[in-house]
Structures are given as C-alpha cells and as structure tokens.
C-alpha cells in the first residue's frame, strides 16, 4: 500500500513540476519563480515520500522535459543541472553538520551548475550571448541569488515538515 501511495503521489509531483516548466515556457516572465517552485516540489517529494521515489520522479521530469520542452532547451537544462537537482545535494550536503564547508560546497555546486549550463546552452545556441555587465558582476549577483534561493528551499523545508509531515505520518 505504501509503494503504491509513494508511486502515485511521484507520478502527480512530476506532472505538476512538467506543468511548471511548461508554464514558464510559455510565459515569459518569472522563469526563475517557476524554476523554484519545481526545487520546491521535489523537496515535497523527498519529505512526502521516500529519497527514491523522489529521484526516480526528478528523472522522470528531467527526461520529459527534454523532451516536451524542446522549443526551449534551456529551461530543460537549467531544471536538470540545477534547480532539480539542488535538492538532492542540500540533503547530502547539510547532513555533514559543518555550515562553512557546506556553504562552500553548495557554492561550489551552484557555480559549476551554471557555468555546465552556461557552455551548453551557447553551444547549443552560438551567438545569443551579449553581456551588457561585467562577468565579475553577473558572478556576485549570482553568489547573491543563490543565498537567497537556498535561505527560501530551507525556510520552505522548514515549513513543509512542520505543517504536513505529521498529517503524512499518520496515514
């Protein structure tokens, strides 16, 4: 009964995060807000189900959105390397206990996920790249927008298990 529960509730949290990425294709304004409500639907699927069941959906969204999103390959990119992924990694890396190494690795992470992203999506789409800042620029307002993501995926994680984690227990 509880495969069964975890494999349905994974198939309703990939079609929503599929729904999410197709939303922010669509519109073509908060791309970034859309990308952090699909880290924040895998961080259900962790909390809800099981570490497994919410791999298993993250690469199922992963692998349709390469697919359904095809018009714009880029989205798809950014969800995989990072937005779907930093879950995983957050779990792995603040079960450490060190807050400045995994700090740094977080950053370290998110640096690397940006820059694989960067180079694939120019590879893919040469010459759309005009920077009008400085690189130096885009790098700080990046380390910036990272804490800001990371404080909001914990205060949410925060949120998520305190209010629903109980409730789920009990079924």
């Keep these: 009964m509880k495969n069964t529960r975890f494999i349905a509730l994974g198939g309703v949290l990939t079609a929503l ?3 999410i990425l197709y939303m922010s294709v669509l519109l073509h304004f908060n791309k970034l807000f859309f990308l952090f409500i699909t880290s924040c639907i895998v ?17 199922a969204t992963a692998l349709l959105s390469l697919f359904l999103l ?6 798809a990119i950014v969800y995989i390397l990072i937005f779907g992924a930093y879950p995983f990694i957050k779990l792995f890396l603040e079960g ?12 370290l992470y998110i640096n690397s996920g940006v820059l694989i992203s960067f180079l694939l999506y120019s590879k893919l789409f040469a010459d759309i790249f005009t920077f009008k800042f400085s690189v130096f620029i885009l790098i700080i307002v990046l380390q910036i927008l990272f804490i ?24």
Excluded: M, W
């Design 148 to 171: 800001v993501y990371d404080y909001a995926l914990t205060t949410y994680v925060v949120f998520i298990t305190k209010k629903f984690k109980p409730l789920i227990k009990k079924q």
């Design 70 to 75: 095809s018009a714009n390959i880029g989205v």
């Design 17 to 19: 995060n599929i729904i």
């Design 96 to 107: 450490c206990r060190n807050a400045p190494i995994e700090f740094l690795l977080k950053l």
């Design 43 to 59: 961080v259900t699927s962790i909390i809800i189900t099981d570490k497994k069941t919410a791999f298993i959906s993250y690469v």
